[in-house]
């Protein structure tokens, strides 16, 4: 029997091409994403520890006061920016989501009928043997005659 064709391989490959391209796709947007949580909890981090810092002069308590509200508009910044990416962000996984079903369902039919195939070419082995057996038994059968 033949080997198994599936005949909807090219539009399988396309699927896989575009799930990838998708996957990527969302991991830049999600490194990007990490790369600015990471920067707004650095500063986060760093204002809880300035916050503590006893000034001695009233030169300090001015400057400690600056570096604290800049930490906090930097901070602000940080949240604003995360907030503009979350929508591109939702709608990546949203697409990379859709793109892997559509990769699995196509994926799970070529399975399908590769298990078909395999069972009818088991099944005709399975009759190819018998006749062969029949056979072999008749010519037996002819020449004990």
Not at 8 to 29: G, N, P, T, V, Y
Not at 60 to 84: M, P, S, Y
Not at 111 to 138: C, Q, S, V, Y
């Amino acid at each position: 029997m033949r080997r198994f064709q599936f005949r909807l391989e090219s539009l399988l490959r396309l699927r896989i091409d575009k799930e990838e391209a998708a996957e990527q796709a969302l991991a830049r947007a999600m490194g990007e994403w990490n790369r600015i949580q990471g920067q707004k909890s650095r500063q986060q981090a760093l204002k809880e520890k300035y916050k503590s810092f006893q000034a001695s002069s009233g030169e300090e308590l001015l400057q400690k006061g600056l570096f604290l509200a800049r930490l906090d508009q930097e901070i602000r910044t940080f949240d604003l920016e995360l907030e503009r990416r979350e929508p591109e962000l939702s709608s990546l996984r949203a697409a990379y989501t859709e793109a892997r079903s559509q990769r699995e369902g196509l994926q799970k039919l070529k399975e399908n009928r590769e298990a078909e195939h395999r069972d009818k070419a088991e099944k005709f082995e399975a009759r190819l043997m018998d006749d062969f057996i029949n056979n072999m038994d008749r010519i037996k059968a002819f020449r004990e005659r």
